[in-house]
């Protein structure tokens, strides 16, 4: 559960701007401000009408003042680019935050995708963070997979011949780029040039579900397609390259990624040990209404449509629960995931799971993660700490994406450029060297 729960009404990522893109992404925000549903609803491809059935994206934008507060007004316009896709994009004001409502067209000018994230400006460029030796690593392309799922990834290697401990980032909920980026911030580009620095190869990747959304929103997957099968195939492209030790191959898991650690784990047994970093251990529907109830409940009173937004997301849950295989053969769908992605995850306790893990495992945690609570944090205390090759970190100053803050931690503090804090990145290393060490 990525940061503010957003919610992508398709998985479809667009990627080349149109004239006049930006205005009609403008007159689409306004018109649900304007509580214009229908009118928007009209201009959905087939595949986004199955992914957003009507009444829904009425449904999603009042529940989005459950996150952020009320809606204040627009602050800008841009275009991007991604394939044949035309992207506009509209900064608003929310009461809590600035999010970025980002409005795919395909070719024939229909929305082919519509999502909201935390409000990045395009012009600032990333640096890596003071703790990264720029003169001490490389970067290079690798493919994860290949055939129909090919991902592209970044590979940032150690200057030297090796060969070389190595980490697959396995990134969170939500269609992510290789840098797990959330507004300005990029936690897994930190990672890599952090960790590189101390002599530890580090493989991210472009998700599934953002290179392919199109193909996969359409689909009745399950998280084995979304995140386990991709992360085997990344262990193995790590294990195959000459500069790689191939039996010190490591894998981070970060909130869904972590959580399902377990079930890589036992996906790909040639790994050398794993990480859970701020990983889930609440059902994905539990921890949608808790973090709902968490964020409507921060400055002290419930407004109407935040209650609402609570009420949706608790009959939602419910109607999770009450799913059978019947609903996934008729592909049925419940808050934007298809019946087969709920039942694949029905009864699995990642903690309880990890019993089973043998290999070094490290549990990281924030303590001022709102997404990923110290509660979860103690389950798995509870269920692997006895055993001997676990180790725990737990960071009193941090949020989810491993940033310092201090207070509460809200969905506005994501909006100010950071980086993952160096400890985190000097513990992985340590435990790395350590758990693999000949």
């Known amino acids: 559960m990525m940061l503010l729960l957003l919610i992508v009404s398709a998985l479809a990522l667009a990627q080349t701007p149109a004239p006049g893109v930006a205005a009609r992404a403008e007159v689409v925000v306004k018109q649900m401000t304007a509580a214009q549903f229908d009118a928007v609803e009209a201009q959905f491809t087939d595949q986004m009408k199955a992914a957003l059935p009507a009444g829904r994206l009425a449904d999603t934008w009042k529940g989005l003042s459950g996150q952020v507060g009320a809606f204040q007004r627009l602050t800008g316009t841009r275009e991007e680019s991604v394939g044949p896709y035309h992207i506009g994009v509209v900064t608003c004001a929310f009461e809590r935050a600035n999010l970025d409502v980002r409005v795919v067209y395909d070719v024939a000018g229909k929305i082919a995708g519509l999502n909201m994230r935390p409000a990045t400006a395009p012009a600032a460029p990333y640096a890596p963070p003071p703790y990264a030796d720029r003169a001490g690593y490389s970067e290079s392309d690798l493919t994860v997979g290949s055939g129909q799922w090919a991902l592209p990834g970044t590979l940032t290697l150690p200057k030297g011949d090796g060969p070389f401990p190595a980490l697959v980032l396995i990134h969170g909920s939500g269609p992510n780029d290789r840098d797990e980026t959330v507004g300005p911030q990029k936690p897994f580009a930190d990672l890599a040039a952090g960790l590189a620095s101390r002599g530890i190869a580090v493989l991210r990747f472009d998700k599934r579900t953002r290179v392919y959304g199109a193909t996969m929103a359409s689909a009745d997957i399950t998280v084995k397609d979304e995140v386990i099968d991709d992360a085997v195939a990344a262990v193995a492209a790590l294990r195959a390259h000459p500069r790689v030790d191939r039996d010190r191959v490591f894998v981070l898991g970060h909130s869904l990624g972590g959580m399902l650690i377990p079930r890589i784990a036992a996906a790909a047994p040639s790994a050398a040990g794993f990480i859970v970093m701020a990983g889930a251990a609440r059902p994905l529907e539990q921890a949608i209404l808790e973090q709902l109830q968490y964020l409507a409940n921060a400055d002290g009173s419930v407004t109407p449509d935040e209650q609402k937004a609570i009420d949706d997301a608790r009959r939602d849950a419910d109607a999770i629960h009450a799913l059978t295989p ?37 549990v990281l945690q ?39 803050g201090t207070g509460k931690s809200l969905p506005a503090e994501y909006g100010t450029p950071g980086h993952v804090a160096q400890p985190v990145v000097d513990d992985i290393a340590a435990w790395i060297k350590a758990s693999g060490a000949k």
């Not at 609570?373 to 205390?381: C, G, L, P, S, V």
């Open 326 to 362: 019947a609903d996934a053969a008729a592909h049925k769908a419940v808050a934007h995931a298809p019946a087969s992605y709920w039942l694949d995850l029905r009864g699995y306790d990642p903690p309880a799971a990890a019993r089973a893990i043998e290999k070094p495992v490290l």
């Open 366 to 404: 924030g303590e001022r993660d709102y997404q990923v609570t110290m509660d979860e944090f103690a389950r798995w205390k509870a269920a692997i700490g006895s055993k001997a090759n676990v180790t725990f970190k737990s960071y009193p100053a941090l949020n989810h994406l491993m940033l310092a």
